[in-house]
């Protein structure tokens, strides 16, 4: 048998070429798709992202980064500002890789791609797409697509960054044109570093968005696939489930937190086991998630049986023990991330 440190040897070299041919395989895949037929969809130049945050700030940051001209919009001042110094700070760090000698001008290169507002309908008056990635609530979203049918021009397209909530249902608070001009455009954070994005398809998205949407996140550095407009799209109608068996397994008393994590890891070759990563995510995010779909399960749109209530992950989330973030979950954490 390997002793312990040539079993992580090896793990590790095994990883770096598991990396490797991921890595491989999309340079190839976008190499394919940079030489494939150019889209039919119209081409998108300006860019307009709701949402100041988090995701919203890496979506404006990839976007300027591949040229196009972004416009950051949220309700408050102090909102765009926290934005920008997320930007900024995030560029400093690709700089440092990308040009050593020259970081200052690298990031003030791309940071003058994007301007800033809080005048919605000014936002989007002349733009070609717009990201909405604020609250995932689907009232809140509906009024903000709602009001800016009417002020973007006919041919913009419309995008949401929602990852629960069914993108069709968002898409009608706008007029039947807009409609075919809808789509969800799914990026996973942190955006910069994260190459995946689920293009979510509605009966109604005509192909020509679908074209522009896949054509404008290849031009984003960004490896697309494509759903229906299903609860949980591809990443999180298999993760949540996942994770809430995990759950299940604590609270009959099959196996611990921590024999499972390692059970994944070193088993399945997951980089994160399941109750490190609900953690990350946050206990409350999850349950959140899981409310939503039993919505969705009672209409016949999911299994029942995936998300079912569990006691334990209600009882932590009554407790505040809501992950990393609260410095208690699943496990305990010295400084509250």
């Given at each position: 048998?390997?002793?312990?440190?040539?079993?992580?040897?090896?793990?590790?070299?095994?990883?770096?070429?598991?990396?490797?041919?991921?890595?491989?395989?999309?340079?190839?895949?976008?190499r394919?798709?940079?030489?494939?037929?150019?889209?039919?969809?119209?081409?998108?130049?300006?860019?307009?992202?709701?949402?100041?945050?988090?995701?919203?700030?890496?979506?404006?940051?990839v976007?300027?980064?591949?040229?196009?001209?972004v416009?950051?919009?949220?309700?408050?001042?102090?909102?765009?500002?926290?934005?920008?110094?997320?930007?900024?700070?995030?560029?400093?760090?690709?700089?440092?890789?990308?040009?050593?000698?020259?970081?200052?001008?690298?990031?003030?290169?791309?940071m003058?791609?994007?301007?800033?507002?809080?005048?919605?309908?000014?936002?989007?008056?002349?733009?070609?797409?717009?990201?909405?990635?604020?609250?995932?609530s689907?009232?809140?979203?509906?009024?903000?697509?709602?009001f800016?049918?009417?002020?973007?021009?006919?041919?913009?397209?419309?995008?949401?960054?929602?990852?629960?909530?069914?993108?069709?249902?968002i898409?009608?608070?706008?007029?039947?044109?807009?409609?075919?001009?809808?789509?969800?455009?799914?990026?996973f954070?942190?955006?910069?570093?994260?190459?995946?994005?689920?293009?979510?398809?509605?009966?109604?998205?005509?192909?020509?968005?679908?074209?522009?949407?896949?054509?404008?996140?290849?031009?984003?550095?960004?490896?697309?696939?494509?759903?229906?407009?299903?609860?949980?799209?591809?990443?999180?109608?298999?993760?949540?489930?996942?994770?809430?068996?995990?759950?299940?397994?604590?609270?009959?008393?099959?196996?611990?937190?921590e024999?499972?994590?390692?059970?994944?890891e070193?088993?399945?070759g997951?980089?994160?086991?399941p109750?490190?990563l609900?953690?990350?995510?946050?206990?409350?995010?999850?349950?959140?998630?899981?409310?939503?779909?039993?919505?969705?399960?009672?209409?016949?749109?999911?299994?029942?049986?995936?998300?079912e209530?569990?006691?334990?992950?209600?009882?932590?989330?009554?407790?505040?023990?809501?992950?990393?973030?609260?410095?208690?979950?699943?496990?305990?954490?010295?400084?509250?991330?």
């Open positions: 048998m390997l002793s312990p440190i040539l079993r992580t040897a090896a793990m590790s070299t095994t990883r770096s070429q598991l990396n490797a041919a991921a890595a491989t395989r999309l340079s190839s895949i976008q394919h798709l940079s030489t494939s037929p150019a889209s039919n969809g119209p081409k998108i130049e300006k860019l307009t992202v709701f949402g100041a945050g988090l995701m919203g700030a890496g979506i404006a940051q976007g300027a980064q591949s040229g196009l001209k416009t950051l919009s949220d309700v408050t001042d102090k909102a765009l500002e926290n934005g920008l110094n997320i930007i900024s700070k995030s560029l400093s760090r690709v700089a440092k890789k990308k040009s050593p000698d020259d970081i200052e001008g690298f990031t003030k290169k791309i003058d791609n994007i301007e800033i507002t809080t005048d919605a309908g000014k936002a989007v008056e002349n733009t070609d797409l717009v990201i909405e990635a604020i609250i995932e689907i009232k809140v979203k509906r009024d903000l697509f709602g800016l049918d009417s002020k973007a021009k006919s041919e913009c397209i419309f995008a949401t960054n929602t990852s629960s909530l069914s993108v069709k249902e898409a009608e608070s706008c007029g039947k044109e807009r409609q075919e001009r809808f789509a969800g455009l799914h990026f954070n942190p955006v910069p570093a994260m190459k995946l994005v689920e293009i979510i398809r509605t009966p109604q998205t005509s192909t020509s968005t679908y074209e522009s949407l896949k054509e404008v996140t290849l031009r984003m550095g960004k490896a697309p696939v494509t759903c229906n407009d299903t609860p949980g799209f591809i990443v999180n109608r298999l993760l949540v489930p996942y994770l809430l068996e995990s759950i299940r397994m604590v609270e009959r008393g099959d196996a611990t937190p024999d499972i994590d390692t059970a994944m070193l088993g399945a997951y980089p994160m086991g109750f490190k609900l953690d990350f995510v946050g206990l409350d995010t999850t349950s959140y998630i899981a409310q939503g779909w039993r919505e969705k399960a009672a209409s016949g749109q999911i299994s029942k049986e995936l998300v209530p569990i006691e334990l992950l209600e009882k932590l989330v009554k407790e505040g023990k809501l992950g990393r973030k609260s410095g208690q979950g699943f496990y305990e954490y010295e400084n509250k991330k």
